[in-house]
């Protein structure tokens, strides 16, 4: 009996993780369609449609209004740079000014008693307030007025005074005129007999301040009042009383801003 010999060979097994490289890589699943809107026809009734993304730069936008709000702020401040400009030229605004007028001391006693040392004082005083500007109206607020004396060891304080507000017209100086007084305000001995030796040799020296507020009225139009701070002297009672050309005082904006 004849045996029969395979026609065919045996097929091979292919290892594991095998590639073959005639093979096309797999095909990437297409994208499902988008679904279009319904037709009105066939829409809901009461359903609203779906909102579309739109798609915009935040950037863009911000850089857009911040060039507007840059433009818008400049054109501004030129034209305030312009009014301020030519406002300036028309009422040419000028600063008041303050010069003590006259300062008498009518008392000023020194009593060394058991107890201590104490001053009794009484001074009048007067204050040259001008202003200097022809269009411009400068009113001033109820202030308050204190008196001291120059000493070395500190200034004594004999005295305050309250000043009523007015309103000084265009190209005006006016006086004003104010009397402190003060009793038994307590010193040092030694500072007691200087106060007593210089009044009698009128070189006693005094310091006169005055805190209030100033504001300004061009025709219709007032501005609100802002504190002020007027510093006089130190002043001997022979410079006061002499007739002669009154010293100039310190004018402070704010009460500290020295503007003159």
């Known amino acids: 009996m004849?045996?029969?010999?395979?026609?065919?060979?045996?097929?091979?097994?292919k290892p594991p993780g095998y590639r073959d490289p005639a093979?096309?890589?797999?095909?990437?699943?297409?994208?499902?369609?988008?679904?279009?809107?319904?037709?009105?026809?066939?829409?809901?009734?009461?359903?609203?449609?779906?909102?579309?993304?739109?798609?915009?730069?935040?950037?863009?936008?911000?850089?857009?209004?911040?060039?507007?709000a840059s433009a818008?702020?400049?054109?501004?401040?030129?034209?305030?740079?312009v009014v301020a400009a030519l406002a300036y030229l028309w009422f040419q605004?000028?600063?008041?000014?303050?010069?003590?007028?006259?300062?008498?001391?009518?008392q000023?006693?020194?009593?060394?008693?058991?107890?201590?040392?104490f001053v009794d004082a009484v001074t009048k005083v007067g204050i040259l307030v001008s202003n200097p500007n022809g269009r411009i109206v400068?009113?001033?607020?109820d202030g308050m007025a204190r008196v001291s004396v120059a000493d070395d060891d500190g200034d004594v304080a004999v005295g305050e005074a309250a000043i009523q507000g007015f309103e000084q017209g265009r190209r005006n100086r006016t006086v004003v005129r104010f009397a402190a007084a003060a009793k038994g305000v307590a010193v040092d001995e030694v500072a007691g007999a200087r106060i007593?030796?210089?009044?009698?040799?009128?070189?006693?020296?005094?310091?006169?301040?005055?805190?209030?507020?100033?504001?300004?009225?061009?025709?219709?139009m007032s501005t609100g009042k802002v504190p002020?701070?007027?510093?006089?002297g130190p002043v001997s009672l022979k410079q006061g009383a002499s007739g002669g050309k009154p010293p100039k005082c310190r004018f402070y904006l704010l009460r500290w801003i020295n503007l003159h």
Do not use: H, M
Not at 72 to 81: D, K, R, S, T, W
Not at 94 to 106: H, I, K, V
Not at 108 to 117: H, N
Not at 196 to 220: D, M, P
């Open 72 to 81: 818008v702020a400049l054109v501004a401040a030129a034209i305030l740079a």
């Open 228 to 232: 002020i701070r007027v510093g006089c």
């Open 108 to 117: 000023l006693r020194v009593a060394v008693r058991p107890d201590g040392t």
């Open 2 to 13: 004849v045996e029969e010999k395979p026609t065919s060979k045996p097929v091979l097994q």
């Open 23 to 68: 093979a096309t890589g797999p095909v990437a699943p297409r994208p499902p369609p988008r679904r279009q809107p319904l037709p009105p026809a066939f829409r809901q009734p009461g359903k609203p449609l779906p909102r579309q993304r739109y798609r915009r730069s935040r950037r863009c936008s911000c850089c857009r209004i911040c060039c507007w």
């Open 138 to 141: 400068v009113a001033y607020g």
């Open 93 to 106: 605004p000028r600063l008041p000014s303050f010069r003590l007028e006259s300062l008498n001391a009518t």
């Open 196 to 220: 007593r030796a210089g009044f009698r040799s009128r070189e006693v020296r005094f310091v006169v301040e005055v805190r209030t507020k100033v504001g300004i009225r061009v025709g219709g």
